[in-house]
């Protein structure tokens, strides 16, 4: 397909999906898109278990941004498969840009925020998850070994320094 041809479909308002070629080619750098939420009540923190290469590791609920999703989607998505919570998010409290030397990968995660007025009660659908926990800032420190990544942690940092992103800010056609 030429060039012109490709934008007479653009124009032309053809979904990406029907287009015969990608543009952007193989060349073209992606990092992992992903999601995650502070969910917090009263000063405490919703964080996941699961196992990573036999080991226990914390993290926010979190995951990949699938094809043809939206970020809120996603978030909305990971944390029931995550938690069995029903929620949409507040704001975000940030976007982080993160490389995973250990593993070669880049992610740029989207974080969000839930803030509850009643403690609610959890049960994972996901089997990767093997618990969800309501951890203190304190203990979470304690805990910074086991982290998942320093996002973990600098995420909910970010959130108690009152940093908010409106969801207004983010624009989807899906």
């Known amino acids: 397909m030429s060039k012109s041809t490709l934008s007479n479909d653009i124009e032309n308002d053809k979904t990406p ?13 992606k990092p992992n898109t992903t999601v995650a939420v502070v ?10 278990e699961e196992l990573e290469h036999g080991k226990t590791v914390y ?5 990949h941004l699938e094809s043809n ?26 976007i ?3 490389y995973r030397a250990a593993i070669n990968l880049y992610y740029l995660r989207f974080c969000f925020v839930i ?16 618990a969800c926990h309501w951890f203190t800032l304190a203990e979470i420190k304690e805990k910074s070994t086991q982290l998942r990544s320093p996002l973990v942690l600098e995420c909910i940092e970010d959130y108690l320094d ?13």
């Open 39 to 48: 969910v917090v009540y009263q000063n405490k923190f919703l964080l996941v």
């Open 59 to 63: 993290n926010q609920p979190a995951g």
């Open 115 to 130: 803030e509850l007025d009643i403690i609610l009660s959890t049960q994972p659908e996901d089997n990767d998850i093997t």
């Open 69 to 94: 999703e939206s970020l809120i989607s996603a978030i909305e998505r990971e944390l029931k498969e995550e938690t069995g919570l029903t929620l949409s998010p507040e704001y975000l409290c940030g």
């Open 96 to 98: 982080y840009y993160y």
């Open 17 to 29: 999906d029907k287009l015969d070629i990608n543009s952007h080619g193989s060349d073209q750098f």
């Open 162 to 174: 009152g940093k908010k992103i409106p969801l207004s800010h983010l624009k989807s056609n899906l």
